[in-house]
């Protein structure tokens, strides 16, 4: 199981959100392509993106800083996430060395985007379903919608979505454990993977997820455990390495 560092990019800075709240943010790093350093040397084999602004603006905002990142790493498959509207957008991405897009909030209001893309990018696309309570959160979190999860996983997995990132919009930026159950379950509805995401804490998070790997969870991402040290990226992707090796 990989275990994905997460870069998450706001105003050029590498920082932290609590539950997707703009304005609870905690800067990390004034150079995000230093941090992404971090981890690589670290042994991270992908990064995940996020373009915090551009999740709310709709657009990109920190392109330069994921272009700058995805320069200085080359061998290391990058997933971006974060305003991605247009094919125009994914296009960029994947000319500057991004190996994967992420499609959240146009994904659920526009679900045709996703199988246009897939046939014009295949192999490149993921969808980000960011659920609280079992529906579907969009524009950055600050809507929940009426689609059920499960619902939606299939339909983008019918049009060939290379992966699913599943966030807990409750338990992600609060270090409160990954909820394993929700992702489980979601894992066990499709036959594409899932990467967990939201409340990975610790070394018994990765241990949780690793015993659930048959069920179809290839990855999880971890942002502020690591970088505030209740979990050692090293460590944890050793562990992860034993307990549920590729």
């Known amino acids: 199981m990989l275990l994905i560092p997460a870069i998450d990019l706001k105003d050029g800075k590498c920082v932290r959100l609590r539950q997707g709240r703009m304005e609870d943010s905690t800067v990390f790093s004034d150079d995000p392509v230093a941090m992404a350093a971090r981890w690589v040397e670290a042994g991270a084999r992908r990064l995940h993106l996020v373009d915090l602004n551009g999740a709310f603006e709709g657009k990109p905002v ?8 995805a320069e200085a790493f080359p061998e290391v498959p990058i997933q971006i996430g974060g305003g991605i509207r247009d094919e125009e957008t994914v296009q960029s991405y994947l000319d500057a060395g991004v190996e994967y897009v992420i499609i959240g909030t146009k994904a659920v209001s526009a679900p045709h985007f996703i199988n246009d893309l897939c046939l014009e990018f295949p192999g490149h696309i ?24 499960i619902d939606m996983a299939k339909h983008f997995e019918e049009d060939g979505v290379s992966a699913i990132v599943y966030t807990d919009i409750g338990r992600d930026g609060m270090m409160t454990g990954v909820n ?14 899932i990467i967990a995401s939201g409340g990975i804490t610790n070394l018994d998070d990765i241990r949780a997820l690793c015993a659930a790997t048959e069920e179809g969870i290839s990855g999880a991402i971890t942002g502020r455990a690591i970088y505030e040290g209740s979990l050692d990226f090293a460590e944890g992707q050793r562990l992860a390495d034993e307990l549920c090796p590729e």
Do not use: C, F, Y
């Open 180 to 193: 394993v159950e929700a992702t489980v379950k979601l894992a066990q509805a499709v036959n594409i993977p």
């Open 126 to 149: 993921i969808v980000g379903l960011d659920a609280k309570e079992g529906k579907v959160a969009i524009d950055g979190w600050s809507k929940l919608s009426r689609h059920d999860v």
């Open 62 to 69: 920190n392109g330069e800083v994921v272009h700058a990142i």
